[in-house]
Nanobody, 123 residues
Framework: QVQLVESGGGSVQAGGSLRLSCAAS????????MAWFRQTPGNGREGVAV???????RYADSVKGRFIISQDNAKTTLYLQMTSLKPEDTAMYYC?????????????????WGQGTQVTVSS
């Protein structure tokens, strides 16, 4: 089992920046892929960015050039550096992990999820 706890959300004005963190605990040696997703009320969970195994990255088109996903060397903390934030980035952001190695933003592939951290961007 892997436990994930997100932090770093908050309220910011458009154009601002935030850095989200996700602390992983438990059987972290079994984690192959970690990702960030986001969800707004009434909508499905959308993949934002993923990092896998050897450091391969993938981003949703909507955040390319503005968000950066990274991990610490121990691969127990996942980060999402968000810049040039827009009101449409407002959502609950979730950290996800899985034991397999892939670059996918399909939420159905991830076994472990955090509780989420809210990001609100005002215009």
């Amino acid at each position: 089992q892997v436990q994930l706890v997100e932090s770093g959300g908050g309220s910011v004005q458009a154009g601002g920046s935030l850095r989200l963190s996700c602390a992983a605990s438990g059987y972290t040696a079994g984690v192959g892929t970690m990702a960030w997703f986001r969800q707004t009320p009434g909508n499905g969970r959308e993949g934002v960015a993923v990092i896998s195994g050897g450091g391969t990255l993938r981003y949703a088109d909507s955040v390319k050039g503005r968000f950066i996903i990274s991990q610490d060397n121990a691969k127990t903390t996942l980060y999402l550096q968000m810049t040039s934030l827009k009101p449409e980035d407002t959502a609950m952001y979730y950290c996800a992990a899985d034991g397999r190695y892939y670059i996918s933003l399909d939420k159905n592939l991830y076994a472990y999820w955090g509780q989420g951290t809210q990001v609100t961007v005002s215009s």
